[in-house]
């Protein structure tokens, strides 16, 4: 037989490899000649919603900050992210190392060689010299294995997938704090305007008193009362001043950003109308069903199943296709005096006889690996579908809550335009207007702290649910 013919099946089989992708580019091909890169590499970092994450713009802060580029810088500068892409990047690596042992392996080796023969002083035979050429080739193909390669490239999919999920987790947890803090900076915002705007009303009672005394139409008690409640309104502005910065220290610190960089946020909408929130079981469904961590976990399972075969396929015999040919002798040997030219072909089939019992508990510890993955998978998904429970609650509370909040601050400012009138015609005491202001104050903590239950309500729902995306936050409809 021609040793050439024992070459001609891979080379057959390498060639229907190339030809679907040449036409996609031979650099694609030669990075990836098996196909095991997720088009998440392929089509870089996206969301759930299938929407690109691009780093390429950089981010002006010198505008208002969007919610949209507060996500994308987060995104952008997460090193928990870049790690778990790195992951995705390894694993399709190991992936790759599972669909090549389908394939033979093929070596050669060519050597330049001297051989130089000499005797003693007291031999008549002289001494030789021989230059030449050695050539070596050979090939191995293994046939059958029990299913360990079968299981190996599956175990490997798997835990791709389980990469996959993990990112994807890492993406929403950046999303969900990054999108909180968002949220949190534009509630501390409103907070600190509202006690402004009572600042600025203490202040006109306060010029309204002093006139009235001045006139006589007050004592100096109403003027003092006022005095104070304008003192209080200062304070609780100085501290409606410290929560904001606070919170934007916090979401530039979620953006990973220079904790100096100036960031402003747009002005918030007065009035929020909460979105459908459907029913209960539909949102447990999608939890189920598109979870990354949920995903992640059942991944991991279904791998470590798949170990089980490849540990007990790795006691199982195997077999093999070997061939080999050579010219001018074999490697690491001297060169042959004469030309000559050897090739072989067979078939090796081993048969593993005695491992001390160490593959029984080999498959032993992983039967048992996979029963931890599958009760963590378990664990995983209880404690999702009950985060989701809490949250569709906290969600229809808050509905119910902004609607009233709507309510009382709607009466309490029509109180103190009222209350305004009638002191100002000296109808009312500066106890009724001061009362009034106090009621408005409330009323409209009362009103931010519903917005503000009702995006985190909303958001915690989402996030749980595993469909956060980059604009769940962006509008309450």
């Given at each position: 037989?021609n040793?050439?013919?024992?070459?001609?099946?891979p080379l057959?089989t390498l060639?229907l490899c190339i030809?679907p992708?040449?036409?996609?580019?031979?650099q694609?091909?030669?990075?990836?000649p098996l196909?095991a890169q997720?088009v998440?590499?392929q089509?870089?970092?996206?969301l759930?919603d299938?929407?690109q994450v691009?780093?390429?713009a950089?981010?002006?802060?010198?505008?208002?900050l969007e919610l949209?580029?507060?996500?994308d810088?987060?995104?952008?500068?997460?090193?928990q992210?870049?790690a778990?892409w790195?992951q995705?990047?390894?694993q399709?690596?190991?992936?790759g190392?599972?669909r090549?042992?389908?394939l033979p392996?093929?070596s050669?080796?060519v050597?330049?060689?001297?051989?130089?023969?000499?005797?003693?002083?007291?031999s008549?035979?002289?001494?030789t010299?021989?230059?030449?050429?050695?050539?070596y080739?050979?090939l191995?193909?293994?046939l059958?294995?029990?299913?360990?390669?079968?299981?190996?490239?599956e175990?490997?999919n798997q835990?791709?997938?389980?990469a996959?999920?993990?990112?994807?987790?890492s993406?929403?947890?950046t999303?969900?704090a990054?999108i909180?803090?968002?949220?949190?900076?534009a509630t501390s915002?409103?907070?600190?305007?509202a006690?402004?705007?009572?600042?600025?009303l203490a202040?006109?009672?306060?010029?309204?008193?002093?006139r009235r005394?001045?006139k006589?139409a007050?004592?100096?008690d109403d003027?003092l009362q006022a005095?104070?409640a304008?003192?209080?309104?200062?304070?609780n502005k100085m501290r409606a001043?410290?929560?904001?910065?606070?919170?934007?220290?916090?979401?530039?610190q979620?953006?990973?950003?220079d904790?100096?960089?100036?960031?402003?946020?747009?002005?918030q909408?007065e009035?929020?109308?909460p979105?459908d929130?459907?029913?209960?079981?539909r949102?447990?469904?999608e939890?189920?069903a598109?979870?990354p961590a949920?995903?992640q976990?059942?991944?991991?399972?279904?791998?470590?199943?798949e170990k089980?075969?490849?540990?007990r396929?790795?006691?199982?015999p195997?077999a093999d296709?070997?061939?080999?040919?050579s010219?001018n002798?074999?490697?690491?040997?001297?060169l042959?005096?004469?030309?000559?030219?050897?090739r072989?072909?067979?078939?090796t089939?081993?048969?593993?006889?005695f491992?001390?019992?160490?593959r029984?508990?080999?498959i032993?510890?992983?039967?048992?690996q996979a029963?931890?993955?599958?009760?963590?998978?378990?664990e995983?998904?209880?404690q999702?579908?009950?985060d989701v429970?809490?949250?569709?609650?906290d969600a229809?509370?808050?509905?119910?809550?902004?609607?009233?909040s709507e309510r009382?601050l709607?009466a309490?400012?029509?109180?103190?335009?009222?209350a305004?009138?009638r002191?100002a015609?000296?109808v009312?005491?500066?106890l009724?207007?001061?009362?009034?202001?106090?009621?408005?104050?409330?009323?409209q903590?009362?009103?931010?702290?519903a917005?503000?239950?009702?995006?985190?309500?909303?958001?915690?729902?989402?996030?749980?649910?595993?469909?956060?995306s980059q604009l769940?936050?962006?509008?309450?409809e």
């Amino acid at each position: 037989m021609n040793a050439n013919k024992w070459f001609s099946a891979p080379l057959f089989t390498l060639c229907l490899c190339i030809l679907p992708v040449w036409g996609e580019g031979l650099q694609s091909w030669i990075d990836d000649p098996l196909r095991a890169q997720p088009v998440q590499l392929q089509g870089g970092v996206t969301l759930p919603d299938a929407s690109q994450v691009s780093c390429m713009a950089a981010v002006d802060f010198s505008q208002p900050l969007e919610l949209r580029d507060a996500v994308d810088t987060a995104l952008c500068n997460n090193l928990q992210i870049r790690a778990t892409w790195a992951q995705i990047k390894a694993q399709s690596g190991v992936l790759g190392e599972a669909r090549a042992a389908y394939l033979p392996t093929i070596s050669g080796s060519v050597s330049r060689l001297r051989n130089t023969t000499t005797y003693g002083s007291g031999s008549r035979e002289p001494g030789t010299s021989s230059t030449g050429n050695q050539y070596y080739g050979s090939l191995n193909w293994r046939l059958f294995d029990f299913g360990g390669r079968a299981a190996n490239r599956e175990e490997a999919n798997q835990m791709l997938l389980s990469a996959i999920a993990g990112h994807d987790a890492s993406l929403q947890k950046t999303m969900a704090a990054v999108i909180q803090a968002w949220f949190e900076v534009a509630t501390s915002q409103a907070v600190m305007t509202a006690r402004e705007q009572i600042s600025q009303l203490a202040q006109q009672t306060l010029d309204v008193a002093q006139r009235r005394e001045q006139k006589g139409a007050s004592s100096q008690d109403d003027t003092l009362q006022a005095s104070t409640a304008l003192a209080k309104a200062e304070l609780n502005k100085m501290r409606a001043q410290g929560d904001y910065l606070k919170n934007l220290a916090l979401l530039k610190q979620a953006m990973a950003i220079d904790l100096n960089t100036p960031v402003s946020l747009p002005p918030q909408p007065e009035r929020v109308i909460p979105a459908d929130i459907h029913e209960l079981g539909r949102w447990l469904k999608e939890a189920e069903a598109r979870h990354p961590a949920i995903q992640q976990a059942r991944a991991k399972w279904l791998a470590d199943r798949e170990k089980i075969t490849v540990t007990r396929s790795e006691g199982l015999p195997t077999a093999d296709l070997t061939a080999h040919i050579s010219r001018n002798g074999f490697p690491n040997q001297g060169l042959s005096t004469i030309n000559q030219t050897s090739r072989d072909i067979g078939i090796t089939v081993s048969i593993p006889l005695f491992e001390g019992f160490s593959r029984n508990y080999k498959i032993m510890e992983a039967r048992a690996q996979a029963e931890q993955s599958e009760a963590q998978m378990e664990e995983t998904t209880t404690q999702i579908l009950t985060d989701v429970v809490k949250a569709y609650a906290d969600a229809k509370t808050a509905v119910g809550v902004l609607t009233a909040s709507e309510r009382l601050l709607n009466a309490a400012q029509a109180s103190v335009a009222s209350a305004k009138r009638r002191y100002a015609n000296s109808v009312a005491d500066i106890l009724e207007v001061l009362n009034a202001q106090s009621s408005l104050a409330d009323a409209q903590q009362q009103r931010i702290e519903a917005i503000a239950q009702w995006r985190s309500a909303r958001l915690s729902l989402l996030a749980n649910t595993g469909i956060l995306s980059q604009l769940s936050g962006t509008a309450d409809e």
